[in-house]
């Protein structure tokens, strides 16, 4: 991986933050897979979402029932064909306005300077040894 892919997830954390699809797509392979863990807090499940329309999808269940989601990584480390990113991220219910933090980590499969697979994991510990790292 060279700096460039880490250079893009930073603008695709951007994106995100800023709850700009487009933008995020542009970063993203067309056959993405992105298993978000971020709707388990709220009572959801870990989902898969594919493709640019299911990332479309994504944020169209984040903003159900969020009304604000911010992501925010400290680390980022460069594993070749893989990044693995460790952060927290902060959210906002809709409905009740109750505001809680969790940490996150989030791996990139990245191919040809776009994510094609991401999965994200509210413990961080689990992101590092998805890709055969440890604390």
């Known amino acids: 991986m060279s700096q460039e892919n880490v250079e ?3 603008r695709a954390i951007d ?42 999808q994504l944020f169209r269940d984040l903003d159900e029932v969020l009304v604000e989601w911010h992501a925010e990584y400290t680390e980022i480390r460069d594993l ?22 969790s940490p996150i980590g989030t791996v990139s499969d990245i191919r040809d300077g776009k994510a094609f697979r991401i999965r994200t994991y509210l413990d961080t510990d689990e992101a590092l040894e998805a890709v055969g790292l440890s604390e």
Not at 80 to 101: F, M
């Open 80 to 101: 070749g064909d893989q990044l693995v990113a460790i952060g927290r991220v902060r959210v906002r219910g809709r409905r009740s306005g109750a505001e809680t933090e």
């Open 8 to 10: 893009t997830f930073g």
């Open 15 to 56: 994106a995100y933050n800023r709850r700009d699809v487009e933008g995020l797509l542009e970063t993203l392979a067309a056959e993405i897979e992105w298993y978000s863990a971020l709707m388990v807090p709220m009572g959801g499940k870990t989902t898969v979402f594919r493709g640019h329309e299911g990332i479309r």
